[in-house]
């Protein structure tokens, strides 16, 4: 939104943004500079996105949408993407001026001296050439894939008893919830976020039969590796409840064969872990998480129990550091980095203790946890490298 302001200064017309030839917004421009300005410490840069949707062939054309309403035919999340990714490759191939010039009316051919077709092509093939990995793929189908706000087969009726189930969840009326996913299934038996849902709820009511039923029953001819990962999880999870900590670790070590985001990743590898050792307590506290203070007092007595084991001083350290007690989340965290057993896991614990040390003032700390950052292979880890950087080095300016 911040970049919406700063653009006021060289937009046109009486809403100060990009113009098309003067009579509608270019919403694509207006969009894509602000996505080109977030530019988020993500597992797939808008350019590393760009690049798998055209080599999976879900790519908008932007030539199409750079117009005054074609913007929002195509799906939000592929468009903002695609839009800022364009506008960040002529930020940096011309500076920020020529494209302020080409902004306010849409005029490419004035600012760069070709037309937008040829830029666009000289973007398709910038993107083209960045090599991606199986996983980022399988990343990009998962979060891309998705039809636009207009060409969505869902009627509104069948997207409110969506939203009445998971308020009902969320609430707590579990019985509300059931009735309203078995509804929605009897719509759409094969709805694969609501399959994965009503499972979800039936096994918080203790109904662990019907909900392991459901998740093996699901179509994983239709599902993508992603979601074939998260009814792993799920399966992972019933499993353990009912007993099983052997099967269960299977199951996620399944989950963890194709491709995931990083979130996912990092909770299938310290569950199969901690299933494999049969540790229930572990269990009570990954697969049915408490909340406040009860986390930090089962956290506290476990690694009271456990003072080396590194997966605890992980789960203290990170749940300190979502309270911002950064002070005390420093200990624990220097105890896990490094000794975690993987570069995802490894890489969140040092992004958490760089940010502990910043929030601390320990900079020179900091600076030294996101120069390692910034060497990793995984695409958010080295952004976000790069971007405290960045940040430290402004800090340390201010502060002296």
């Known amino acids: 939104e911040l970049a919406h302001i700063f653009t006021e200064s060289f937009g046109s017309g009486p809403l100060r943004l990009s113009m098309q030839r ?12 602000a996505a080109a300005a977030e530019w988020p410490s993500q597992e797939l840069t808008p350019h590393e996105a760009s690049a798998a949707m055209r080599q999976l062939g879900i790519a908008p054309d932007l030539r199409a949408i750079l117009g005054a309403g074609s913007f929002w035919t195509e799906a939000s999340g592929r468009a903002y993407t695609a839009m800022g990714s364009f506008v960040r490759f002529l930020i940096d191939r011309d500076g920020m001026e020529t494209f302020q010039e080409a902004y306010g009316r849409g005029d490419f051919d004035g600012a760069y001296g070709v037309g937008v077709n040829a830029l666009i092509t000289e973007w398709e093939e910038y993107v083209d050439g960045i090599e991606l990995s199986e996983r980022q793929q399988e990343i990009a189908r998962y979060r891309y894939d998705r039809p636009s706000i207009f060409g969505k087969v869902c009627a509104r009726s069948l997207a409110d008893i969506r939203r009445q189930a ?14 309203q996913y078995q509804l929605l299934l009897s ?6 976020r609501a399959l994965l849902e009503h499972a979800r709820v039936l096994g918080r009511m203790e109904r662990h039969d019907e909900a392991l039923a459901l998740v093996e029953g699901r179509p994983s001819d239709q599902l993508s590796r992603v979601q074939e990962s998260q009814f792993l999880s799920l399966e ?24 995931v985001p990083l979130d996912m990743e990092r909770a299938l590898m310290i569950k ?28 506290n007595r476990w690694i ?20 911002r007690a950064y002070r005390h989340a420093i200990e624990y965290l220097e105890a896990a980095v490094s000794n975690l057993g993987g570069e995802v896991l490894d890489g969140e614990a040092l992004l958490m203790l760089g940010q502990s040390y910043y929030f601390e003032e320990r900079l020179p700390e900091s600076m030294t946890i996101w120069k390692r950052l910034a060497d990793s ?8 490298g790069n971007e405290w950087i960045t940040r430290v080095k402004w800090a340390g300016r201010n502060r002296d």
């Open 22 to 33: 003067g009579v509608g917004v270019n919403m694509g421009l207006v969009e894509g500079v």
């Open 166 to 179: 998971r308020e009902a969840s969320n609430n707590g009326a579990l019985g509300v919830a059931d009735a």
């Open 187 to 192: 719509h759409d038996p094969f709805d694969i």
């Open 236 to 259: 992972g999870d019933l499993r353990w409840l009912g007993g099983d900590h052997r099967g269960a670790a299977e199951i996620y070590g399944a989950g963890l064969s194709g491709g």
């Open 272 to 299: 199969e872990v901690m299933a494999a050792r049969g540790d229930e307590r572990a269990r009570d506290y990954l697969v049915e998480p408490p909340g406040g203070a009860e986390a930090m007092f089962l956290l």
């Open 304 to 323: 009271i129990e456990q003072p080396d084991d590194p997966i605890v001083a992980y789960l203290l350290g990170r749940r300190l550091w979502q309270n």
């Open 377 to 384: 292979e995984i695409t958010r880890y080295r952004e976000a």
